[in-house]
């Protein structure tokens, strides 16, 4: 019986393994069996999984900027997205898990999530790069495709790189005002950690910021 689920796996996926052992462990959750599980192949999944979108990103985006490219490759590789190829590929059908799991709605996009980068790694190990990278660019293709990228604002941009390099938000302060009442001119200025002052205007106090932010950027981010 185990057999035959295994060859109705790999005749939905296509892909016939020359080592039966990899994809059964890809399929095997730790509280099956604690010590020989798919823990190991999800790890090097995840990796395969990471190279495979980088790769494809910069082929279909070519011109895109690195901080979008970044944003569309979190939502490409998280455990949900995983999760919910693992459901189109009704993994959980052929997942061998140990009984305080099953049931366990909550605990199956994780699980499945899992057990999908563990197939990818389970792949890779037995067909090479090439095969495994066919494997997910056919059942990513859509998400690829799609063109709703996030546009990440000024704002939002320097946030990010100052808490990720400095740990602190960066320091907006309102500088002055000009212009008649009707069509006022605001002028702000910024400043991240120790750096110096970088000036922006703009018709409201948030687009003064924005514009601050977008100077600074063009220093910081050469």
């Not at 990818?120 to 990278?133: H, N, P, Q, R, S």
């Not at 859509?142 to 602190?168: A, G, P, R, V």
Request: net charge positive; glycine share 6%.
């Amino acid at each position: 019986m185990i057999k035959d689920i295994f060859d109705e796996l790999q005749s939905n996926i296509k892909i016939k393994f020359a080592n039966l052992n990899l994809l059964k462990q890809s399929l095997v959750h730790k509280s099956f069996d604690h010590n020989n599980n798919n823990e190991k192949l999800e790890f090097l999944g995840d990796r395969v999984l990471g190279l495979i979108m980088s790769k494809a990103l910069l082929v279909n985006y070519p011109n895109e900027k690195e901080g979008i490219i970044d944003k569309k490759f979190a939502n490409l590789v998280n455990k949900k997205t995983c999760a919910e190829i693992g459901v189109i590929l009704n993994l959980k059908k052929y997942m061998l898990i140990g009984g305080s799991y099953k049931g366990l709605k909550r605990s199956d996009e994780k699980i499945i999530g899992d057990c999908l980068e563990a197939l990818i790694g389970a792949i890779f190990l037995d067909k090479g790069l090439g095969i495994v990278e066919k494997f997910v660019l056919k059942y990513w293709s859509n998400l690829l495709e799609k063109s709703d990228f996030t546009i990440i604002d000024s704002k939002t941009q320097l946030q990010e790189y100052s808490l990720k390099k400095y740990k602190m938000l960066p320091k907006y302060k309102f500088y002055k005002e000009t212009g008649p009442k009707h069509s006022p001119v605001f002028k702000v200025v910024v400043q991240i950690s120790e750096s110096k002052k970088y000036y922006g205007t703009g018709s409201s106090k948030k687009n003064a910021q924005q514009n601050a932010a977008k100077n600074i950027l063009k220093d910081i981010l050469v």
